[in-house]
């Protein structure tokens, strides 16, 4: 079989879109993270998530340190830092890397919330497995966003590796 089989012949074309498709991971989760943490600094958003950090064992402690909207605002400022992180893998891939973890442990703790939230699994269409669209729809759209910091992860370390 030659070289020039349509298979051969579309490894290239493929790894730019592979190439394009890693750096376009990167901004989104860094765009997603700076909007909903910039959210984090107003009154809507502060008690909109207290009703998933509240029943949280994980959380839901920081209410009694902090008020909701303090708790709030610093959970912004860590959601801006992780973007900014990420987006340091344009620079160096090690800030990218502290960045892509701490976004591992930020959408594993938001999915723990599943199992903590009120609401989450759906009565009206049999209960569980059927969620609810809010928050169990909500909630789990950081699945794909937990797989897409641990791809950011692993390809951090991997430009790591090449320096």
């Known amino acids: 079989m030659s ?3 349509p298979a051969t ?11 394009a498709g890693a750096a376009a991971i990167f901004i989104a989760l860094a765009v997603i993270y700076f909007w909903f943490g910039g ?12 009703a998933l950090v509240g029943p949280s064992p994980l959380l839901g402690w920081n209410y009694s340190l902090f008020s909701v909207r303090t708790f709030s605002s610093l959970l912004g ?8 992180l990420l987006l340091g893998r344009f620079v160096n891939p090690a800030l990218s890397a502290l960045g892509a973890l701490l ?5 594993v703790t ?3 919330f599943m199992a903590t939230t009120p609401g989450v699994f759906e009565p009206l269409a049999g209960g569980f497995p059927a969620i609810s669209v809010a928050p169990g729809q909500f909630l789990l759209k950081d699945l ?9 992860l692993g390809h ?8």
């Open 3 to 5: 070289d020039t089989t």
């Open 9 to 19: 012949s579309l490894a290239p074309l493929g790894a730019r879109i592979e190439h």
């Open 39 to 50: 959210m984090k600094f107003t009154a809507y958003e502060a008690d909109g998530i207290a």
């Open 77 to 84: 400022v860590l959601e801006i830092s992780i973007g900014a």
């Open 103 to 107: 976004s591992i442990g930020l959408f």
């Open 110 to 112: 938001t999915l723990s």
């Open 144 to 152: 794909g966003l937990l797989a897409a910091s641990v791809f950011a």
């Open 156 to 163: 951090s370390l991997r430009l790591l590796g090449r320096r």
